[in-house]
């Protein structure tokens, strides 16, 4: 059994942890991050990618508000090429007059955010499919967010200060020592899910930022959390239909709010409790209520081609801590300390809260571990850029200037997103890559509207050639040692032409674990995993576009019939779907 020594151990690889980690890192802790997946595999990778100006909390949450405003702000200077600045219209459209307007207004200026009432004529011009009949905008600074970009930033931050990231590592049991009386937490066991091997991960204090599973987490400390899921359906449109966040100008509710997101728009959200946070259906309705919300704001909407739909879980939580159990469950950021509650020491929940306030979620998880550590240690992620922040804020059209520009439309394997071979060979080197799906959070592969129709088998040959000629490391998830010693070995060699007899001269042998990167397993996953948004969405142009990909993976390629198709991958569960019909309009007509 392997054993590692830490000071601080973060559980969960979302924005909470992985800001957890890298302030942790910051302030020279020894760092251990585990998640039993890819980094944003949960909610983080499955939101609507709004960075809140808080305008949308100004009036029912001021305090929530202002912390949104304090944040986005902080972060447009820290992950400032994760971020577009879009701005933001709160619209009046009819169904929303009266007197919320007036108060929206006053509560933004109570707050300190931003807000400008513009001439509904100068909103029409910016944004030409908005709804004529909107009456009223106030103009506060949203932005677009890329929360895939934003985690890996993080993470290669926390990593430059000595943190060791671990995915797909589960944990399976906390270490908990002493008496039902006097108990502390000093680490975890976690299950390396690609190789079947148990680590023993000691700390000084242990974090539990898993999520929605964060109950699940304290509950193997002998811990009290409740957390209510509450799934958030989203659907994406295949089409930038506005440039703008727009937001409606009434109270918070379902499909009130279109973010534009790289190439496409998305509308949010649904909130229904469920009890499984894992595996979510969408169910028809909530797609035409998305559908019909949109087109209050921009006319015409639900007619549009619809790319997918998907869903989040908000890990809401619900105190019933010495008798709290009857307030209203929170959305607010939650900090436990279970030495104080349950006297469990050594031992701190973080939960709730949104993705434009994870870094001050951090921050107060950080401060709370130097308390319990005995020492002083002042947070500097306010005011420390991650990698990457001199490319300046994201723009939509980055990719196409840059291969017009170095002419590399022969270099393209996803034409819909402009992902080159370049760029997904990179991300296979410098992350560790078990699933083509974890390709696709990096590079955006397969996210277009043929949802990986033309790139899939191309992205499956690629790494399949990449591990044959030893240039991707065959152990890409101990990715602190082995990958780091392949990759520095790979980028000194002579050979970066992928001859594999002198690739294998220069750095070696690599093991066969054809089983853990077999690339029939990788393209039947990543088929699956895109057909699940598919399902809800399929009629006109998107059911024939997936028409197509069914003439190209089963009728041309087997694909449902390739060698080793019936074995399991170490993934395979995360892709397992219900496979009950989805929605399809009665008069959808191909």
Not at 272 to 288: G, Q
Not at 314 to 337: C, E, M, N, S
């Amino acid at each position: 059994m392997h054993k590692i020594q830490t000071e601080v151990l973060v559980i969960g690889g979302g924005a909470t942890g992985t800001g957890v980690a890298w302030d942790a890192a910051l302030r020279g802790f020894k760092v251990v991050l585990v998640e039993r997946r890819d980094l944003n595999h949960g909610t983080t990778g499955r939101y609507h990618g709004l960075l809140h100006s808080g305008g949308r909390y100004a009036v029912k949450d001021p305090y929530g508000a202002a912390e949104c405003i304090a944040e986005n702000r902080i972060l447009r200077l820290t992950h400032t090429h994760c971020i577009e600045d879009t701005s933001g219209f709160f619209v009046v459209t009819p169904e929303d007059e009266g007197d919320f307007p007036d108060q929206f207004k006053s509560a933004c200026d109570a707050v300190g955010i931003p807000c400008v009432e513009i001439p509904v004529s100068e909103a029409l011009s910016r944004e030409p499919l908005l709804n004529p009949r909107i009456s009223r905008v106030f103009e506060v600074p949203d932005g677009s967010a890329d929360s895939f970009l934003a985690a890996h930033s993080t993470v290669q931050a926390a990593r430059q200060k000595g943190a060791q990231i671990l995915t797909y590592h589960e944990v399976v049991g906390l270490i908990v020592e002493g008496t039902e009386d006097d108990r502390r937490v000093v680490g975890a066991r976690v299950y390396n899910t690609v190789r079947g091997e148990i680590t023993e991960i000691y700390a000084d204090i242990v974090v539990n930022a898993a999520g929605a599973w964060t109950g699940k987490i304290a509950t193997m400390a002998g811990g009290d959390v409740l957390i209510m899921p509450a799934k958030g359906t989203m659907v994406g449109m295949a089409h930038r239909l506005v440039n703008t966040v727009i937001n409606r100008c009434k109270m918070p509710s379902d499909g009130d709010i279109l973010v534009p997101s790289h190439t496409i728009c998305v509308i949010g959200t649904t909130s229904i409790n469920v009890t499984d946070p894992e595996h979510l259906r969408i169910e028809p309705w909530e797609v035409k209520k998305m559908l019909d919300a949109g087109d209050k704001m921009v006319p015409g909407f639900k007619n549009a081609r619809v790319l997918r739909a998907w869903a989040g879980v908000r890990p809401l939580f619900q105190d019933t801590y010495k008798g709290a159990g009857g307030r209203d469950v929170t959305r607010k950021l939650t900090l436990l300390d279970h030495s104080e509650r349950e006297g469990i020491k050594g031992f701190l929940t973080i939960t709730g809260g949104k993705w434009t306030t994870f870094r001050l979620m951090a921050e107060a998880t950080v401060d709370k571990v130097c308390e319990h550590l005995d020492t002083e240690r002042p947070c500097a992620t306010a005011t420390t850029p991650v990698p990457g922040v001199d490319q300046g804020h994201y723009w939509v059209g980055h990719r196409l200037h840059e291969i017009e520009e170095k002419q590399l439309q022969g270099e393209l394997i996803c034409e819909c997103e402009l992902v080159t071979r370049k760029m997904l060979v990179n991300a296979a080197r410098q992350n560790p890559t078990l699933t083509l799906d974890d390709l696709r959070r990096d590079v955006r592969l397969g996210m277009g509207p043929c949802q990986g129709g033309f790139c899939t088998y191309r992205a499956a040959g690629i790494l399949h050639e990449l591990q044959k000629t030893g240039a991707w490391p065959s152990d890409m998830l101990d990715n602190n040692s082995a990958a780091a010693q392949w990759n520095t070995a790979y980028l000194q060699s002579p050979s970066h032409n992928l001859d594999p007899d002198v690739v294998k001269e220069d750095i070696g042998d690599v093991k066969d674990e054809a089983h853990l990167f077999n690339p029939n397993l990788l393209l039947r996953d990543f088929l699956q995993e895109r057909w699940k948004g598919l399902v809800p969405v399929l009629w006109g142009r998107q059911l024939k576009q997936e028409r197509l990909s069914q003439l190209i993976y089963m009728s041309l390629m087997n694909a449902d019939h390739l060698p080793d198709s019936e074995l399991a991958s170490p993934v395979t569960d995360f892709y397992r779907f219900d496979t009950t019909p989805g929605l399809v309009e009665p008069d959808a007509t191909l």
